[in-house]
């Protein structure tokens, strides 16, 4: 039995420790020349001993009958799960913020309404145009007028 904890503890460590490095790595694979920062190592090895005790915990029982690549498959979903977990949260708290932003916008401008613009000057008369002669198709100007509450369409443009 302790056997089987300490194979399944480090094929979980391996399992945990491979999908972080394979991330810090890939970037200098793709470009050799890009300045990369340093890993923050004891984070990576804390989240290997946390896949690893869970690998033990969940496959030191059954380990007799799995396989060790089986067993491997597995605690490299544990990583991924984590991770979903992680950003789900993280997801959460970004709408939650968004939100009640949102939220102490709306009261403001609710509370503090901003204040109409007042641009200088007279509003200008418009008058209807005159008439075009009889026989004419194209206009170039189109004209409304009031009739009881509805619009009458009094010319029509016509491109």
Known sequence: MVRNVILTFAI????????????????????????????NYLAILLTSVLVGTITSIIFATKFDSKEPQDVFCYA??????LIATVSNISTEFKAVNKISE?????????????????????????????????????GSHAW???????LRLKRMVIL
């Open 12 to 39: 979980g460590l391996i399992a945990g420790i491979s999908p972080f490095l394979f991330m810090q790595l890939l970037p200098a694979l793709l470009n050799p020349s890009l300045q990369m920062d340093s890993p």
């Open 102 to 138: 949102v939220k102490e916008n709306l009261t403001s401008v609710i509370l503090n309404p901003p204040q109409p613009e007042l641009i200088p000057g007279e509003p200008k008369v418009l008058q209807p145009p005159k008439a075009s002669p009889k026989g004419a198709r194209f």
């Open 76 to 81: 490299l979903g544990i990583p991924a799960i």
């Open 144 to 150: 409304a007028e009031g009739n009881s509450g509805a």
